[in-house]
């Protein structure tokens, strides 16, 4: 049977001396993983910067920030004396029972009070004595670090 023969004329390999190309069927992922890459680093570096939502003017330090691997848990008290856990306005009486809740109970969790520079201290003083009242004891002041801090170290 003559199955496995092929014709030399027309539709099949040459024709004219030319070979025809077939439309190539793999796909380049270069470019996709180029440009997820590029969303990988840019998601990276705003997600720090989305942590905190409550509007508050910090004061300056020159003080180095501290480390930590956990996830922030920030407690912060705006100008007009507003306590927010998060991003949500909580009163001051409900902060402990709010933090025991959301922490499970573990009394060593890192908690950040963020305070606008223009409030009293005593009101500063306040909330984080209601935290540290319900048995929190790494409790860390958040301030904003001045713009020009590099470049005076070094030069008088």
């Known amino acids: 049977m003559g199955a496995g ?11 004219f001396g030319r070979q025809r190309h077939r439309a190539m069927s793999d796909i380049n992922v270069t470019p996709m993983v180029d440009v997820m890459l590029v969303l990988l680093v840019i998601f990276m570096v705003t997600a720090p910067l989305l942590t905190v939502g409550v509007q508050v003017d910090l004061p300056k330090t020159s003080a180095s920030s501290i480390p930590g691997d956990d996830e922030p848990l920030t ?3 705006r100008a007009n004396n507003d306590v927010y856990l998060q991003e949500t306005k909580i009163e001051l009486e409900a902060l402990a029972p709010r933090l025991e809740a959301i922490t499970h109970a573990k009394k060593d969790q890192r908690i950040f009070v963020r305070a606008d520079k223009s409030i009293a201290y005593g ?34």
């Open 5 to 15: 023969v092929q014709s030399g004329g027309g539709g099949g390999g040459r024709r």
């Open 75 to 77: 407690v912060s008290v």
């Open 123 to 156: 009101r500063v003083m306040e909330v984080m004595g209601v935290i540290n009242g319900a048995g929190f004891t790494k409790v860390a002041l958040v301030a904003e670090q001045p713009k020009d801090q590099g470049k005076t170290k070094g030069k008088k």
